[in-house]
Every structure is written in structure tokens, then in C-alpha cells.
């Protein structure tokens, strides 16, 4: 049970994001910015709001174990983990939104 209570109380995950293009990196740049000026707390960190506005030119991968979807997936909350996979696919596309484990667990989009 504890480790669940972990789990819960979770609000930054890891992304990768990689620049498609000039735009990409011009918007990259700007996250990383951001983060390190106005999120840094420990780690840099930056808001999903913030990712919204700056998504043009962007591929988002799901990182590794400690990504938003796959925590939740670990956590067995699969409905958030949907949700949290949904939000990135709107965000930045079915073209450049990669996670893997979605093939694997038959989620139909």
C-alpha cells in the first residue's frame, strides 16, 4: 500500500522531447528556459500548460518507467493512464506521440 500512496502523491514525470524541425528547436529551447529559470525546484520542471503553447515541431516520447503514463500504469490506474495518453496525443499528435506499451495493452484510440 505504500508504494501506491507514492504513486498518488507523483505530480512531475519524465518526457523526452526531441526538435523536428527550426520551429521545434526554437520552442525546445524555450521549455528548457523556462524550466531551468522559472521551474527549477531541485530538478527543472515545466507545466503542461506551458507544453500546450509550445508544442509546434516537437516529438514527445514517454521516457522510461518514471513517464506520466507508464506511473500510472504501474500504480494500476489505467483510466488516468489513458487520460494522461490522450492528453499527449492531442497535444502533440499521433505522429509525434510514442509510447510503446499502448501496442502491447490493445487500447484503442
Known amino acids: 500500500m505504500a508504494t501506491a500512496a507514492v504513486f498518488r502523491e507523483k505530480s512531475n514525470y519524465h518526457l523526452v522531447l526531441l526538435a523536428?524541425?527550426?520551429?521545434?528547436y526554437r520552442n525546445l529551447i524555450q521549455?528548457?528556459?523556462?524550466?531551468?529559470l522559472e521551474g527549477f525546484?531541485?530538478?527543472?520542471?515545466i507545466d503542461k500548460e506551458f507544453l500546450q503553447t509550445?508544442?509546434?515541431?516537437?516529438?514527445?516520447?514517454?521516457a522510461c518507467l518514471a513517464g506520466?503514463?507508464?506511473?500510472?500504469?504501474?500504480?494500476?490506474?489505467?483510466?488516468?493512464?489513458?487520460k494522461a495518453a490522450l492528453w499527449y496525443k492531442?497535444?502533440?499528435?499521433?505522429s509525434t506521440w510514442?509510447?510503446?506499451?499502448?501496442?502491447f495493452m490493445n487500447w484503442k484510440w
Request: charged share 25%; net charge positive.
Open 20 to 24: 523536428r524541425n527550426q520551429t521545434g
Open 90 to 94: 492531442e497535444t502533440f499528435g499521433i
Open 54 to 62: 509550445h508544442n509546434t515541431g516537437l516529438v514527445a516520447l514517454s
Open 98 to 103: 510514442r509510447y510503446n506499451a499502448i501496442r
Open 31 to 36: 521549455i528548457v528556459t523556462r524550466a531551468h
Open 68 to 82: 506520466e503514463v507508464a506511473q500510472h500504469i504501474l500504480a494500476g490506474r489505467r483510466e488516468e493512464a489513458t
Open 41 to 45: 525546484y531541485y530538478k527543472p520542471r
